[in-house]
């Protein structure tokens, strides 16, 4: 899998640019504020179809601009495939896949994957349960189209029945609409569960080797999947996982009604990282943390590599600078499987150690160098 040209129009700062890639190492250097990051974002809107850093499209679009377009020129499943997002303001989105209208947006995760790491991910065991729930769905809906309706279907009840909540003091007739919100919320909160048990299974088994490896053997990592307490087993029936979420909605209910919010369900999952037996979230050093988030991210790429046959995008976006010399050589000795696109504001040490094309980006205009 991989990206060989990409297109913008009056996305972000760039307000006409075409870039070609290479197929292994791209190295994208410049000063801060210039476009580096612009750059990788725009590949994870074609591999999700929308940015990773901010919930609105109009803010991708230009100042002064109509709209914005995004198109890649992919190579995956032996196939070529060209991509293309079309955002304007009072108009719908348009996306099309080798000029076929996509259904709904994870059509483009049938074509290209991205594993995006950037600084702030170097915290993902420290933050709240809201960042690594995050994780999971970014990758899982790329890698699973059932996941990715489940989900949107899950965030609007979810959304409505909050609203209902909210309302409710004012309006009591509102209650008796609970348990048709709430069944519905079970049914699609056991797929969810579903698909997360076995995404953390398999992250558990991958981001554990490389947590030991970048290590030295020292460290051990394990990583458990926490959801509601009254389901048993994640990985259970859908009819067990509907009922067990049922009971714990029930258990809820007034703390809910008097609370007016919504606390029961899978958006309140969490990952449990273990260091050696213990929380790593409590008890694990900065270095420690690092070195776990590193191994979840890397493993992430290696369960879109088992899951589709084919390895991600894997794009660092200014990490190295953030990582020790130990674990910056530990991340470049796995660049040699699938491509991969480096941001840096450093460029000597990497024209040193990496081949492929060396790109620099000033003002929104990208210029290749090697």
Known sequence: ????????????????????????????????????????????CLSTGKSNRTRSDRELIQFDAEGFQIQGEIFSRDREFSSRIEVGYGRKKKITVNQVPAKVASDLSSVLNTVFFCPEDLQLIKEGA????????TSLCQLRPRYAAALTEYQRLHEHKTRILRDCA????????????????????AVLIHYRSRFVKLLSYYAAAAHSECSGGQEELSIQYKTVKTVSDPFGDHRMLVMQLLEHQREHHYAEVSSRQCLSGPHKD?????????????????????????????????????????YPLLLLDDVLSELDPKRQEYVLNRLGNGQVFITCCEEDRLYALLSGKIFRVSGGVVKEQR
């Open 1 to 44: 899998m991989r990206l060989d040209h990409l297109t913008l129009e009056t996305f972000r700062n760039y307000s006409r640019q075409e870039v070609s890639f290479d197929p292994v190492c791209n190295v994208i250097c410049g000063e801060n504020a210039q476009g580096k990051t612009n750059l990788l974002e725009a590949m994870v």
């Open 130 to 137: 809201a960042a690594r729930r995050k994780f999971l769905d």
């Open 170 to 189: 004012d309006r009591p007739d509102l209650i008796a609409t609970l348990p048709d919100f709430n069944l519905r919320m079970a049914e699609t909160g």
């Open 270 to 310: 969490d990952l449990e990282v273990m260091l050696n037996g213990v929380s790593a979230r409590s008890f694990a050093s900065q270095g420690q943390t690092r070195t776990a988030a590193l191994a979840m991210k890397l493993a992430a790429r290696e369960i879109h590599k088992e899951i589709i046959g084919e």
